[in-house]
T-cell receptor
Framework: AQRVTQPEKLLSVFKGAPVELKCNYSYSGSPELFWYVQYSRQRLQLLLRHISRESIKGFTADLNKGETSFHLKKPFAQEEDSAMYYCALMEYGNKLVFGAGTILRVKS | KAGVTQTPRYLIKTRGQQVTLSCSPISGHRSVSWYQQTPGQGLQFLFEYFSETQRNKGNFPGRFSGRQFSNSRSEMNVSTLELGDSALYLC??????????????FGPGTRLTVL
């Protein structure tokens, strides 16, 4: 079965420090991977997807098929980055398989 | 464009009752998916509808069902409620479903509490 693993429940960093949120997946085909974010009191929203190879709010994520990873990175964390982050893999028919999520807490 | 809307936002039911939740997708979106979010199990896929047809289904019992109308609005129904059905139910909509990389837009959710 397809799985997405986010090993850290909570990641706490200081403002200005680098951030790396880990995501590993298992999938038999070519994966479509996403990062979703949920800020406090807001709805779940797409942060970025691997096929677009773009940087959103300073975040990037590279798909590493050899290590089956899709880690989310940002060189300098900001307080407004504090949120819950979900890594997700898309299966057929718009079905998203989510990881358990990682709370990112950026301290001042 | 207005975002995905879900009604009601909060619901309290007792065991054994049934409940219907509603989701209105973004205008022009024909795919609607439903997810259950709980602290223990996280976000789990329930089912997806496209052009009034259920195209994909998660591993939930038959008590969970849904449908989609011709205007793409969707409802999900849970019968014979159990305490474990207490959760946040999220609806997401997206464009034509042929491209598996379509962005899904989520609603605010319906918080269901079963007493």
């Amino acid at each position: 079965a397809q799985r997405v693993t986010q090993p850290e429940k909570l990641l706490s960093v200081f403002k200005g420090a680098p951030v790396e949120l880990k995501c590993n997946y298992s999938y038999s085909g070519s994966p479509e991977l996403f990062w979703y974010v949920q800020y406090s009191r807001q709805r779940l929203q797409l942060l970025l997807r691997h096929i677009s190879r773009e940087s959103i709010k300073g975040f990037t994520a590279d798909l590493n098929k050899g290590e089956t990873s899709f880690h989310l990175k940002k060189p300098f964390a900001q307080e407004e980055d504090s949120a819950m982050y979900y890594c997700a893999l898309m299966e057929y028919g718009n079905k998203l398989v989510f990881g358990a999520g990682t709370i990112l807490r950026v301290k001042s | 464009k207005a975002g995905v809307t879900q009604t009601p936002r909060y619901l309290i039911k007792t065991r054994g009752q049934q409940v219907t939740l509603s989701c209105s997708p973004i205008s022009g979106h024909r795919s609607v998916s439903w997810y259950q979010q709980t602290p223990g199990q996280g976000l789990q896929f329930l089912f997806e509808y496209f052009s009034e047809t259920q195209r994909n289904k998660g591993n939930f019992p038959g008590r969970f069902s849904g449908r989609q109308f011709s205007n793409s609005r969707s409802e999900m129904n849970v019968s014979t409620l159990e305490l474990g059905d207490s959760a946040l139910y999220l609806c997401a909509s997206s464009l034509e479903g042929l491209d598996v990389a379509n962005e899904q837009f989520f609603g605010p959710g319906t918080r269901l509490t079963v007493l």
